[in-house]
């Protein structure tokens, strides 16, 4: 088959590099990939926002399918584009697409299917907003803890979580008056904060049949201990110890089926990816968000993890099929993502640093670098956005996949490289109060 991979992070490089595995493969194009992703397929200068020139281009080459990574050609309509040309693609239509495009569109649809979600309000403007947050927290001392959310796609970056009344006030003001998101904070939404462990679990649907994946744990926050601003994802981890089979069989009943059921009755049937944020509250699992595609880390450990042929598998939920074939099959072994970024990320950063020491990393047994923000130049790999590179191990246990993965980033460098260094260390913590359970 002759497949076009749509993206250039990490989540690219990712499915280029298990895509390349499948025999079936005869052709992989990655556009506009990386320097990674050069040495599994043939990269393609063609941006992920030109969807005539996607299209075009898999006109041309007689692509049998078209894999969408990130989220924007998907708002974008790029699988309604290629589908009025008969050309397959894994990915969500445009409406379909609009669970992540709008924060608002999803809430609605969450309460529609009865999906258990925080409470929330919508506002148009910083104003309205304000007098809402005024008007439920006179005191300025009060406790105030609230989730302020640009309605549109903001890279990862446009939710501000709250305590304090003056931390909502100044986030309303950066996204409704400021524009500090642009677009994305002409709407937003203002939700209760949930407590508990945060957890992605990613379902394949064609729209009929869900095959759930294992579980997975992003960290959002910058910094060590889930500190500093949110950021796309500083690394990631799969399983995690503290989703059972009863917690996912939940999910996946009260979640994941409800809503794709409410898509269909929409009219809007959702076929790709369905990633389910959610938090493990004391009343259960509740959505904090969904994405309509692989996340980014996450995909990177459960990719590490899969041993099916994922070809097979993103065919058959593009050809509407997925109960004709087997289950996928999972390495046992935990994987563990850590991602290295540039220095300042997620705020300014520069590019075109020199980063040595790739080959070394990736000699290491169970240890795959999967690059993310990077380009070739004169031979040279360099820097190409502020998540550099996805280092990603198994392990025997969460503990040796961690040793792994950072034995792999000691052997990188480049100026101004770093990156957490507690990821998935609480998982640990999970493991005790389960036992303490």
């Known amino acids: 088959m002759r ?9 690219e490089h990712a499915l280029a590099w298990k895509l390349r595995q499948s025999p079936r493969l005869t052709r992989l194009w990655i556009a506009p990939g990386n320097a990674g992703t050069a040495s599994e397929g043939e990269n393609v200068p063609i941006q ?3 969807v005539k020139g996607l299209v075009a281009f898999a006109k041309k080459e007689s692509v049998d399918l078209v894999i969408v990574g990130p989220e924007l050609p998907l708002s974008l309509g790029l699988t309604d584009a290629l589908a009025e040309q008969r050309i397959r693609v894994f990915g969500p239509s445009r409406a379909a697409a609009q669970l992540e495009s709008s924060k608002v569109f999803c809430k609605l649809l969450l309460r529609q299917a009865d999906v258990p979600t925080a409470d929330y309000q919508v506002f148009r403007d910083a104003d309205s907003a304000m007098r809402y947050v005024k008007a439920r927290f006179p005191n300025e001392r009060d406790r105030t803890p609230l989730v302020v959310k640009a309605d549109g796609l903001a890279s990862g970056k446009g939710v501000i979580v709250c305590s304090k009344r003056d931390e909502v006030l100044e986030a309303i003001d950066r996204i409704g008056r400021k524009n500090e998101f642009g677009r994305a904070g002409a709407q937003m939404v203002i939700e209760e904060r949930l407590e508990g462990p945060e957890v992605s679990v990613l379902a394949i649907t064609d729209g009929r049949t869900i095959v759930t994946l294992p579980s997975a744990q992003d960290h959002k926050a910058a910094y060590d201990g889930d500190t500093g601003p949110n950021t796309g994802g500083m690394g990631a981890y799969s399983p995690t110890p503290v989703m059972t089979e009863e917690l996912m069989e939940t999910i996946e009943d009260k979640i994941l089926v409800p809503s794709i059921h409410a898509m269909k009755r929409n009219r809007k049937p959702f076929r790709g990816v369905l990633y389910a944020g959610l938090m493990l509250t004391a009343s259960g699992p509740k959505v904090l968000e969904y994405n309509v595609r692989f996340g980014d880390p996450e995909c990177q450990p459960l990719l590490m993890r899969l041993k099916s042929d994922l070809l097979d598998l993103l065919e058959a939920a593009a050809d509407g099929r997925l109960d004709s074939i087997d ?6 072994r ?3 993502c850590v991602v290295m970024a540039s220095a300042g990320y997620p705020g300014s ?15 290491i047994p169970d240890v795959k670098v999967f690059h993310a923000g990077t380009k070739l130049q004169d031979g040279r790999v360099l820097t190409n956005g502020g998540r550099v590179l996805g280092v990603t191990a198994l392990g025997s246990s969460l503990a040796n996949a961690k040793l792994n993965a950072y034995k792999g980033v000691q052997a ?6 770093w990156c957490r260094k507690d990821i998935s260390d609480k998982a640990a913590l999970y493991q005790e109060q389960l036992a303490v359970d």
Do not use: F, K
Request: aromatic fraction near 8%; avoid cysteine; glycine fraction near 14%.
């Open 349 to 363: 950063y520069d590019s075109g640093a020199e980063i040595t020491g790739l080959d070394a990393a990736d000699q």
């Open 327 to 332: 289950p996928p099959e999972w390495d046992p």
């Open 48 to 50: 992920v926002d030109d």
């Open 3 to 11: 497949v076009l991979v749509v993206g250039s992070g990490g989540r």
């Open 412 to 417: 990188i460098r480049w100026p101004g490289a």
């Open 334 to 336: 935990p994987a563990i």
